[in-house]
C-alpha cells in the first residue's frame, strides 16, 4: 500500500527514523509522501524525499502557520516544487497540507484563506494536486476550491459529511480516509467511508497523529497503515488486497507515482477470479463503467485484444484456488460462445466452478437457443433484467436487438432449466422499479440482486 500523508520530519521520529522507515518496508507499504505543513517540515520533507527511493513529499503552508506566511517562504515553496513532475523523476508530488482550520484558529480566517488561495492558484499554475485540510470550515473550503477551479487534489483525513464528499468529488477531488474510521465511535465516518467509490477513494495515516486501533494512544507510524486498511476492507465487503490495490492505483492517477498496470486478462477480487475475454457488447447502458473509466476495483480491464483460449488457461493457473471463476470483464463473454464452452470445460475438469455474468442476449446474439449448451458447464448465471419494462429498458440500455426485453425475460425462464443457480440483476437508478422487477424475478423462480449506481466488482 501507499501511505499517503504522514510527517516523517516531524520530532517524535527523531531518536528512531530509520526503524520506522524500516518497519514501513516490512509492512509492505510501498511509497510513503511525506507532507510539509510548516516551512521547516517543508525543508525536512524535502530532505528525506531525496535520501529514499520510496519517500516522495508535498511542500505548503497548514493554516495554522498561515500567519507566518511570507513572499520568501512562497518563493522557496515555488523552488522546490519547480523540479521534473513526477512522470520525469520528481519527488514533489503536490501542494500541501493547505487549507482552512475554523477549530483552533491558530491563524486569522482571513489569513488563511488569503494563504490557501494563494498556493491553489500557484498548485493549478504548475499543475501538480493540492493535499487540503479542512476542519470546521466546510463552506469556505468548497467555496474557495469550487472558485480555483483547481480540480485534481485530495481531502486528507477526511471527517466531513457526505455532502461535502460528494460536493469535492463532483470537483474531481479524492477522499483520504485515516485511522480514525477503526475508532469504536466512528460510525458516522464509516457510513461515509463505505460508500466512497472507488475510483476516489485513498488511504493515509497522518502519522504520527492518530494512531488506528488497535495502535490508539500510541505514535502512529506508517506501518500502522494496514489496520485501516482492514476495517476499509470489512466496511466495503472485499480483501485486503482489493483495498491495496484500489488506492495505490489512486495514487498513481492523482501523484504520478509509479506506472500505470496494464490490461488484464484474468483479475481477482476478494476470493474469485474474473476472466476478461472482450470489450465488446450488444447493449450501452447508461450506467457501465466501461464508458467513463478503463478500471474496476484497480484492475485495467481495457483490452488490446481479445484473449486465446490457451492464454485465458494460462491467466487462470490452477481454478480450484478461487471460490469461483466468472466469465465478466468489459463486455458480454457470451459473444464468444466457443471460447466460454471450452474454457469452462477446462475449468470443471480442474475442479473449479464457473459463473457466467450475461446481459441475457446469447439467444438474440446466435440466433437459437443457447443455454441446453451451457448445461454441466455453468455453476451459476447472473442475467441483466435492468428494468421493470421494454421503454425503461431501453432507455437505459439502449440494445443492439429489438424485443431485447421480452428476450432477456425468456433468456432468465430458460436458463433455470439448465443452470443450478440463476440470479436477476437490476441497477437501482432513476426510473427502475425495483418492486415491479422483484415480482418478474419470482414470477420466474429466481433470486433478483440489486447492485448499487456506480459500485462495481
Known amino acids: 500500500m501507499i501511505d499517503t500523508h504522514c510527517h516523517l520530519e516531524m520530532k517524535p521520529y527523531d531518536s528512531d ?42 511542500v505548503g503552508i497548514h493554516p495554522h502557520d498561515a500567519k507566518d506566511f511570507t513572499e520568501e517562504i512562497f518563493n522557496q515553496i515555488k523552488k522546490w516544487a519547480t523540479p521534473p513532475h513526477p512522470q520525469r523523476g520528481g519527488k514533489i508530488v503536490a501542494i500541501g497540507e493547505i487549507g482552512l482550520d475554523y477549530h483552533y484558529d491558530h491563524s486569522p480566517r482571513e489569513i488563511q484563506k488569503e494563504v ?32 480555483s477551479g483547481v480540480t485534481r487534489g485530495v481531502m486528507h483525513c477526511f471527517s466531513g459529511d457526505i455532502e461535502t464528499a460528494e460536493r469535492a468529488m463532483s470537483l474531481g477531488f479524492y477522499i483520504s480516509i485515516a485511522g480514525p474510521v477503526t475508532f469504536r465511535n466512528a460510525s458516522k465516518l464509516r457510513e461515509i467511508a463505505k ?42 465487503g472485499v480483501s485486503v488486497e482489493d483495498i491495496d490495490r484500489i488506492t495505490t492505483l489512486n495514487v498513481k492517477r492523482l501523484f504520478g ?37 478503463d478500471f474496476v476495483k484497480g484492475h485495467n480491464l481495457r483490452l488490446k485484444e481479445e484473449p486465446t483460449v490457451d492464454e485465458l488457461q494460462r491467466a487462470i493457473g490452477e481454478p480450484e484456488k478461487y471460490k469461483e471463476v466468472v466469465f465478466c470483464g468489459y463486455g458480454e463473454p457470451l459473444l464468444r460462445l466457443d471460447v466460454v464452452k471450452q474454457v469452462a470445460s477446462w475449468i470443471k475438469e480442474n475442479g473449479g466452478r464457473v459463473r457466467i455474468n450475461t446481459n441475457g442476449h446469447g439467444n438474440l446474439i446466435h440466433k437459437r437457443n443457447i443455454l441446453p449448451e451451457l448445461q454441466g458447464l455453468v455453476d451459476s448465471m447472473s442475467i441483466s433484467l435492468d428494468a421493470q419494462d421494454e421503454k425503461t429498458y431501453n432507455r437505459i440500455c439502449k440494445p443492439a436487438f429489438k424485443n431485447a426485453f421480452n428476450e432477456v425475460v425468456s433468456f432468465i425462464k430458460e436458463a433455470k432449466k439448465h443452470v443450478p443457480e440463476v440470479t436477476a440483476t437490476v441497477v437501482a437508478m432513476e426510473g427502475v422499479d425495483i418492486d ?22
Open 436 to 457: 415491479k422487477c422483484r415480482e418478474i424475478a419470482d414470477s420466474l423462480g429466481v433470486k433478483l440482486r440489486v447492485r448499487r449506481l456506480d459500485v462495481v466488482g
Open 195 to 236: 460508500v466512497i467509490p472507488d475510483n476516489y477513494l485513498l488511504i493515509e495515516t497522518d502519522a504520527p497523529y492518530l494512531a488506528p486501533e488497535p495502535m490508539r494512544g500510541k505514535r502512529n507510524e506508517p506501518a500502522f497503515l494496514v489496520h485501516t486498511a482492514k476495517m476499509l476492507a470489512e466496511l466495503r
Open 17 to 58: 527514523r530509520e526503524d520506522v522507515i524500516r518497519r514501513a518496508k516490512e509492512a509492505e507499504v510501498e511509497a510513503i509522501i511525506t507532507i510539509g505543513s510548516d516551512f521547516e517540515g517543508c525543508k525536512g520533507a524535502v530532505a528525506f524525499a531525496k535520501k529514499y527511493d520510496f519517500v516522495y513529499a508535498a
Open 116 to 147: 490557501f488561495i494563494k498556493q491553489l492558484y500557484y498548485a493549478k499554475e504548475v499543475n501538480l494536486p493540492v493535499v487540503i485540510h479542512s476542519r470546521e470550515a466546510k463552506k469556505d473550503t468548497l467555496k474557495i476550491l469550487e472558485e
Open 257 to 293: 507515482i509509479g506506472h500505470m498496470p496494464e490490461a488484464e486478462i484474468a483479475y481477482k477480487i476478494r476470493e474469485s477470479l474474473y476472466l476478461n475475454i472482450t470489450n465488446r457488447c450488444t447493449s450501452k447502458c447508461t450506467f457501465c463503467v466501461r464508458f467513463h473509466s
